[in-house]
Structures are given as structure tokens and as C-alpha cells.
């Protein structure tokens, strides 16, 4: 019985000193204590012209008509209906005394005279130059990174070896 009632006040008397230390740690530190500028964030300013439109869907879709093709009225042409990489490429008429003309045949196996500036495919290309041995032909389409772009396709007279026909 005596060690329990001396273990109780040895029990008090620790509680008693570990209150008086807090309240003189507070109490000392209070002062001194330091409140760390992380706790009070810097405000927020948004600048819309630098980050993106949080209302726009990330995926846009591609117009299906290009500028070119909204300014032609009428039907289109089988040259537009098609890729230009189904083109095949026949014959070119090249010489110093007119323009430069190439003769294409489509999948259905009707033949077609190119001149440059004729339209080609359904999205818009067309026929930008007509060298020697070739036919380049411009096609916009629209990057997702970076806009609007235009791919060059090359159709060549005589395909080296390797390449198909």
C-alpha cells in the first residue's frame, strides 16, 4: 500500500513538472517563434492569355473542307474525290514552249491531265510543281501540336528500285 501511495505522488509530481515546462516553453517561445512564410501562400493571379482555355476540349476535329475547296462551287472532280497518293503517275509533257503538264491514271483506271494549281484529293491539295520526273502536290491537314500544316507528296515518273510502282 505505502509503494502505491508513493508511486501516486511520484505520478503528481512528474504531471505537475511537465505542465510547468510547456507553459514556460510557450511562454518563452512565443516571442521568438517565427511563423514560416510558406504558411501565407503568395496570390494567385490568373493570366488567361498564357494558359490554355480550361473550357476548350483537348481534341478538336478537323474541318472536312479546306479553304480551297468552300471557294469552288459545283461538284467536285474525280481528282478530288481521292488521295493523291493513288495517283499514278503516267507521263509528263514537259517543255520550254508551254507549261508542264502530267498525265495521271486514278485506281478506275481513267486518265487525268495535271497542270500546276490543279486540285487534287479531298482535302484540299494541289498540284504545286511538275519537274522532269515528277509531280509535287501540297496538301494542308492539321496537326494537333502544331496547327495547321502542309505534307508534300511526290509522285515520280519512273520509281527506283525497291519502291512500288
Known amino acids: 500500500m505505502m509503494i502505491k501511495k508513493i508511486s501516486n505522488y511520484i505520478f ?8 510547468s515546462v510547456n507553459v514556460n516553453h510557450a511562454n518563452t517561445n512565443s516571442t521568438h517563434y517565427k511563423i514560416p512564410e510558406w504558411i501565407y501562400p503568395k496570390p494567385f ?3 488567361a492569355n498564357e494558359l490554355p482555355d480550361p473550357f476548350q476540349p483537348f481534341i478538336r476535329q478537323i474541318p472536312t473542307k479546306s ?5 469552288k462551287k459545283g461538284p467536285l472532280s474525280p481528282l478530288e474525290k ?9 507521263g509528263i509533257v514537259y517543255s520550254k ?14 486518265s487525268y491531265i ?13 498540284v504545286y510543281t511538275i519537274t522532269k520526273d515528277r509531280v ?8 494537333l501540336i502544331e496547327g495547321k500544316k502542309i505534307k508534300e507528296i511526290e509522285l515520280k515518273l519512273h520509281p527506283s ?5
Open 12 to 19: 503528481i509530481v512528474f504531471i505537475i513538472l511537465i505542465c
Open 67 to 71: 479553304v480551297t475547296q468552300k471557294k
Open 114 to 126: 495535271l497542270e500546276k494549281g490543279t486540285l487534287v484529293g479531298s482535302n484540299g491539295g494541289y
Open 161 to 165: 528500285e525497291g519502291e512500288q510502282k
Open 136 to 143: 509535287i502536290i501540297k496538301e494542308p491537314y492539321f496537326d
Open 82 to 90: 481521292i488521295s493523291p497518293t493513288q495517283l499514278r503517275l503516267i
Open 97 to 110: 514552249d508551254i507549261s508542264p503538264m502530267a498525265l495521271v491514271e486514278l485506281p478506275d483506271k481513267k
Open 45 to 47: 493571379k490568373y493570366k
